[in-house]
């Protein structure tokens, strides 16, 4: 079969024109290898084209400059999501101010192994350059995006006129599904500007810091901005861990465990567990498109999988009143004040320079914001489309074509409507399938891909844990990039998986792998946070902002190099993780 272990059926071309691509910052938004279905039918028909007009309507680019399909705005091998290295290099060419080198530098540091930048004559625009610095004016000027504001309320409309899945036809259940991929590339135009914006204001506060030598202060001017919709949902469970933790019935049912834990709570009388149920289910009607992997069609959310919020709330029942988010929320905005005002006086002298800094304080508020309401946007489009593929599969599972409704995401798109007519004559294929998407996600996929190399076969990919990786050592300082200022001291625990979130709790540090805003409830269960990837500007980055969790992120290998147990340091302001003893 084409999906034999060289290649996958969701492989995408390597362009010619933008030749590198890179697994920085991607791993971010697709640590796991895509489904299939959640591939061919939420990004080649969603978020591709939704990017790449966001990429047009910003300025980098015109259309007749790339490919949509074939994708030439990302990648995709071994179901592994790949960032076009190129196109960003191409907008630092293009943009005032800006340079390759710098682009480079903001996805990578230090690390090794990168491509060397290669001038290509088609970079240099000066249509191109014109309209950026008009948008790169506007973004440090303006104090809203009306069409994203336009098009978050589209997704939520969208929720809202859901219909009855269990009345629609098969056909009728695939034809939502694709009408919400139509709208998630409406959606994405917007957010894809507002992503790319968000990185203008926070690069001239830390330009000015740094220039000040006040590196770690630029990270507190970006805390407790407000009305950040993804941190709302880490707010809405710290209340329902609350309820838990002052109600003896409650604590009770969460002693029992987490597995059929709402089934035991809904179906109970008790006063408590009604206000608990009732609680929940506004908290599912707001947040329930959230969950790991939620940029995935094929990935389970916290409506689909109770399970995933309910451990998050076990854990947060623990922590003490003190950690109130709200109350760390109203600490972290009155120091945001503080030293903006005093680092603002510092360059009360320079007209040039208090600008520059008052703007990008404004602009980073205003941008953080914006990307976290159209991530939240997008995936609350990509969470109906999900829905209404689980009615199918939930259905083909009764026929007997499929033990298990999540199989239906092994289906490409294209092979949706054939399936319906004749569903146990891809039994066998998606068995195969489903087979060899269980040995993707044990493989480590390559860091960079060349176009003159080729991609790697997938055989010869290594086990994603056979790396040797050389434990810290104690007084080791380990060199991330700040994320939430905060000073503070505790015992590691190293979280793979936001499933099983069991061995974190008060006065430990979460080792995160990623920084997916679906993990942040968890980060309220510990002092603090370590990811292996992210920037200042990630989704968790902001939201751990919003709730005062101090957080480090960009510690390469972290998850691994950090053993559970050590007691270790981390510094948010600068992302420096030390190293005090070993278990």
Known sequence: MAEATDSWITDTELSTRFPYYTRANADEVGPDPFTPLGWSLGWMKGCIPGVAGGFVEFGVLDWDEFAVDPPEVFGNWGGYFYNQLSLPRLMGTRMPGASPEAIDQAYFGD?????????????????ATAKLGETMAWAMSTDGFPEQDRVSELAKQLVADRPDLSALSNAEL????????????????????????????????????????????????????????????????????????????????????????FGRISASDDADLVAFSNAWTDLIAIHGHRGPNEWDMGA????????????MIERMRLQDDSRSPLKARE??????????????ALVEGDAETHGMLG????????????????????????????????????????????????????????????????????????????????KLHTLEPPYIVKLQDGVPPISTWADRNSGEKIAAAVGEVLQGTAGSPGVVTG?????????????????????????????????????????????????????????????????????????????????????????????
């Not at 500007?193 to 507190?220: F, I, M, N």
């Not at 407000?226 to 969460?254: H, I, P, Y």
């Not at 902002?545 to 340091?569: F, K, M, N, W």
């Open 359 to 438: 703007a990008g304080i404004n602009s980073a508020s205003v941008f953080l914001r914006l990307r976290e309401k159209g991530k939240n946007a997008c995936i609350r489009t990509i969470h109906e489309g999900k829905l209404a593929l689980l009615e199918l599969g939930d259905r083909m599972v009764a026929e007997g074509a499929i033990d298990d409704s999540y199989k239906i995401f092994m289906l490409m798109d294209s092979e949706l409507d054939d399936f319906i007519v004749d569903a146990s004559s891809m039994t066998a294929t998606i068995n195969e399938r489903h087979e060899m998407f269980a």
């Open 491 to 583: 015992v590691a625990r190293v979280i793979l998986d936001p499933t099983d979130p069991s061995a974190i709790g008060p006065g430990d540090i979460m080792i995160a792998p990623t920084t997916d805003p679906s993990w942040t409830p968890l980060f309220l269960s510990a002092e603090g946070v370590v990811v292996n990837v992210g920037a200042v500007a990630s989704h968790a980055a902001i939201v751990c902002r919003e709730l005062g969790v101090p957080c480090a992120v960009s510690v390469i290998d972290a998850t691994s190099r950090i053993p559970d147990g050590a007691t270790i340091e981390i510094d948010g302001s600068t992302g420096s993780v030390t190293v005090l003893s070993l278990p």
């Open 331 to 344: 600490r972290a905005a009155a120091e945001r004040e503080a030293i903006s005002a005093e680092v603002l």
């Open 174 to 261: 695939i034809a939502h599904a694709r009408h919400t991929a139509t709208t998630l590339e409406e959606v994405w135009v917007p957010y894809c500007q507002s992503a790319l914006g968000a990185s203008l204001g926070p690069g001239a506060v830390q330009a000015v810091c740094e220039g000040l030598g006040r590196g770690g202060d630029a990270v507190k001017m970006m805390t407790a901005i407000g009305d950040v919709e993804s941190a709302q949902a880490s707010v809405d469970m710290w209340d329902l861990s609350r309820m838990v933790k002052n109600s003896e019935s409650l604590t009770a049912a969460f002693d029992s465990g987490v597995d059929g834990l």
């Open 300 to 311: 389970p959310s916290w409506t689909t999988k109770p399970e995933l919020a309910l451990g």
């Open 111 to 127: 690390h090794p192994g990168v491509p060397a930048i290669e001038v290509d004559p088609r970079d240099e625009n000066e249509a």
